[in-house]
C-alpha cells in the first residue's frame, strides 16, 4: 500500500489558484459565446463584402477610435491596481485605480449610448425604416448591436464588479485579496480583449474611399 | 437478510463508528437541503430533479407510441404529435441525459473519487441546481402554454419565422440549463486540477474521473455556441433582425453550424460519462483490472477532441457544400476509433475475469453491446451516400437511441445501482435489480431494433401517420416500449423499498476498489473520516490481499 | 524591493498601454489605406497583437501556469475549428440570390430587389 495520503486541502487554503483557474475557464467559456457571433459576421462579410463596407462607413469612427482609448486606458488603470493590490501599504491608490476603471467603463457606455441615438436618428436600427438598401449593410447592422449590446451587457457586469471592490477596498474590507482583484481584472481583460477585436470589425472595413 | 456479513467486511482495524453524523443526518429541514453546499446532497437533489424529467419526456413518448402502434394519425393532431416529440427531445436532452451521469454522480462522486471535501466552487454548484430548476420550470411552463412543434433541433426557417408555437420561451429556458451546464463543466475542471489528493496523478484517477473531465470540456467549450444560437434565434422571432434569413442577407444553414457545433459534441457530453460508469463497473465485477488504462484515457480525450471536428455530419442534405461533407464525412469514421478501443477494452477486461452477473453488472453489458450496435449504425450514416438514403428516416432515431438509450440510459442505472448502497447505506434487492435490467434491455431491443428496418425501408421519423405497409414493425415497437417502461418504473418501487433500515449494508458491499469505497455508506458529510489511503495502481482487483472480500451475503437479498 | 517591483509593475503597464494606443491608431490608420485584402488582415493582425500584449502582460499569461496557458489556447483553437470547417462549407458552396421573397420579407429591402453578390 503506499504511504497514507492527507486529505486534500480545503479550497480556502489555495483559493487565489482555483478562483483564477475558475476566471480563465470561464473567459474559455465567453470566447465561444462571443465566438458564435464572429462566425455569423464572418459569413456575413465573406457573402456581403460591399455591403458591410458600405455599412461600416456609416458608423461613427471618431467615437468608436474614443471608445477603443478609453477601455485600453480602462485595462491599463485595472492592471496597476493589481500590482498595487499586492502591497497593503498602497491600498489608496488599489481604491482610486479602481474606481478609475469602473469610471472610464462608465464613459465607455456614455459614449455608446451618444452613438446609438446618433444611429437611431440616422434610421440604422435594423427596423421597418432601415436607410441602407445596399444588400448585406443590414445584416452588418444586425451584427453591429448584437454585438455591441452584448458587449455592452458584459461591461456593465464588470462596472458593477470592479466598483465593489473598489468600495470594499476603500473601506478596508478584507474580502478584496490580491487574488480576487486579480480575478476580477482578468474578466475585466477580457471585456476590453472582445473590443479590441471588435473595433476593426466594426468601425474600419473599408474607410478609404 | 442477515447482518453478520457487516461484522465480516468491515476491516479488524477500524475503529467503532465515527460520531459525525452522515450527509443524509447533517440537516432534516428542507431548508437545510435547499440551502446546501454539500455535493452530495446537491446530487441528490439532481437526481430527483432529472427523475421527474425522465418520466415527463417519457409520458411523451409513450403517447407517440400508442400513435404509431396503427398506421392512421388517429390518437392525436399533426401538430399535437409535432409537439410531442418536440417535447421528449428537448426533455430527454436538456432537462435529462445532458445532466444525468454528471450533475448526479459526477457531483456525489469525484470530490470522494479523489480525496477532497468537496468540489472547488461549492455554492456555484448549488447556484447551477438553482439554474437546472429555473431553466426546466420554464421549458414546462412553455408546454403547458402549449409547446413547441419544431422538433428539440429548432431549425431556421420554421423555428425562426414560421412556427406558431412556444419557440421563445422554450429556447429561454433551454438557455438557462446551458448556464446551468456551464457552471458544473466549470466547476469539474477546477476541482480535478486542483483538489486531487496528495500522490494522486493524473493516471491513477478513476476512469470516471477522466470520463468527467473530458466531459467538463465539452461542457464549457460547446455550450456556449448553445447559448448564443438560442440568443440569436430568439431575437430573430422577436424582432425579425435576420441573421438566419436570406431575405435580410443571413444564412438558414447558419444556425445549423452553430447549432450542431455544440450538439454534436453534446452526444458525447451525454456519452462519456456512461462510458466512465461503464470502466468503474466492469472491473469490479470481472475483479480484472482494466484492460489498457492509458488507452482507455487517451481514448476518452479523443472522443471528446475529435467529437468537435464532426458536427457537418448532422447536415449533409441540407445544402452544405459536397467538399464540406466529405471533410466532416471523413472526421466522423475517425471519431469511431476511440470508441472501438474502449469497446476493445472492456471487452478484453472481461477476458478470464471472474464475472459476476450482478444488476450494475448486467447494465453495463447491456451498454458494451448496445453502444456496439449504435456506434456502428453510426458508420452507416457518416457515409455520404447511404446517408441520402437513411437521414430524416428511423434509421436515425434507431441509431441514435441505441446510443443515448441503450448507452447512455442503461449506464445510468447501472450506476443507479452500483452507488446506490453508497449514496443511501441500504442495498436493493438484487433480484429485481436484474429483473429490472433484463427487462430494460429486451424492451429496449424489442423498441429500437425495428426501427432499424423501418428506416431502412423508408419510414421517414415525425410522422404521426404512415402507410400500412410499415405497420407491423411499429406495432412490434410499440409492445417493445410497454416492457421499457415497466422495466423503467421497477427500480422506483424497488429503490423504495430498499430505503427501509432493514436494508442497511457495509462500506463496501461489492468489494469495489475506488476512494469512495473507503468511507461510510453514506459517508459523512466531510467525506472520510480517516484520511484515505492512495493505492498503487487504480484497478488492482487482481491482487486479492487489496480487495475487500469480493461477495456479501446482504447484497444477496432476494425477498422484497 | 516590494517599491521597486510595484515601480517595475507600473513601468511595464504605462509601456504597454503606450504601444496599444500606438497600434490602435496605426489600425485606424490603415484603414484609410487601400490595401484590398490587405485591409482586413491588417485590421485582424493588429487586432491579434494588442489582444496578445493583453493577455500576456495585462493577464499576466507569462506568470501563469501551464494549465492557465493550455485553456485559454484550447478556447481560442476551439474557436477556430468553428470558424474553419463552417469555413470550408462557405468557401465551397456558391450561393444564389433569394429567387422569392414573402411579402414579409420584402420591406427590410427598401428597393424591393433581392440580392445580387455572389461568395467569391
Known sequence: ?209 | MSSVSDVIVRPPSAPAPAPSPSYLEDGHTLRSWLTTHDHKRIAILYAISITVFFFIGGLAATIIRLELATPAGDLVSHDTYNKLFTAHGVIMVWLFLIPSIPSVFGNFLIPLMIGAKDLAFPRLNLLSWYLYVAGGAIVLAALALGGVDTGWTFYAPYATMFSNSWVALTLVGVFVVGFSSILTGLNFIVTVHTLRAPGLGWFKLPLFVWAHYATAIILVLATPVLAITTLLVVAERLLQIGVFDPAHGGDPLLFQHLFWFYSHPAVYIMVLPAMGVVSEIVPCFARKRIFGYRFMAYAILGIASIGFLVWGHHMFVSGQSLAASLVFSLLSFLVAVPSAIKVFNWTATLYKGSIRFDAPMLYALGFVGLFTIGGLTGLFVASLALDVHLTDTYFVVAHFHYIMVGGSVMAYFGALHFWWPKATGRMYPELWGRIAAVLIFVGFNLTFFPQFLLGLRGMPRRYHAYPPEFHQLHMASSMGAVVLALGYLLPLVYFAYSLRATCRTSANPFGALGLEWQTRSPPPTHNFDRPPTVPEHVYDYATPTKAEPARTPAAQATSP | MKQTTLREHARVVVIAWAVLLALMLTSLGSAYLDLGAGNVVAGLVIAFVKSAIVLWLFMRLRKSSATVRIVAATALATLLILLALSGVDYATRTSEPAAFQSPRQAPSFVGGKPATQQTR
Open chain 1, 1 to 209: 500500500m503506499s504511504a497514507i495520503a492527507a486529505p486534500a486541502l480545503a479550497a480556502a487554503d489555495d483559493a487565489p489558484r482555483t478562483a483564477q483557474l475558475g476566471m480563465w475557464v470561464f473567459l474559455g467559456t465567453e470566447v465561444l459565446f462571443f465566438g458564435g457571433l464572429f462566425v455569423a459576421y464572418a459569413v456575413g462579410r465573406a457573402h456581403w463584402p460591399h455591403g458591410f463596407a458600405v455599412a461600416s462607413r456609416h458608423t461613427d469612427v471618431v467615437l468608436g477610435t474614443v471608445n477603443t482609448a478609453v477601455l485600453l486606458t480602462s485595462s491599463a488603470i485595472v492592471a496597476f491596481a493589481v500590482a498595487c493590490a499586492d502591497h497593503p501599504a498602497q491600498r489608496r491608490w488599489t481604491a482610486l485605480a479602481l474606481w478609475a476603471t469602473a469610471a472610464l467603463g462608465v464613459v465607455f457606455l456614455a459614449i455608446k449610448g451618444v452613438e446609438y441615438a446618433h444611429e437611431w436618428s440616422e434610421h440604422l436600427f435594423p427596423l421597418a425604416d432601415f436607410a441602407l438598401t445596399e444588400p448585406g449593410a443590414e445584416l452588418f447592422w444586425v451584427l453591429y448591436f448584437v454585438m455591441t449590446i452584448l458587449h455592452s451587457v458584459h461591461l456593465l457586469i464588470g462596472i458593477v464588479g470592479v466598483a465593489a471592490f473598489a468600495r470594499a477596498t476603500g473601506a478596508g474590507k478584507s474580502w478584496p485579496t490580491p487574488g480576487r482583484v486579480d480575478t476580477m481584472a482578468l474578466y475585466w481583460h477580457f471585456v476590453d480583449i472582445v473590443w479590441i477585436v471588435l473595433y476593426p470589425l466594426l468601425y474600419l472595413v473599408e474607410r478609404h474611399a
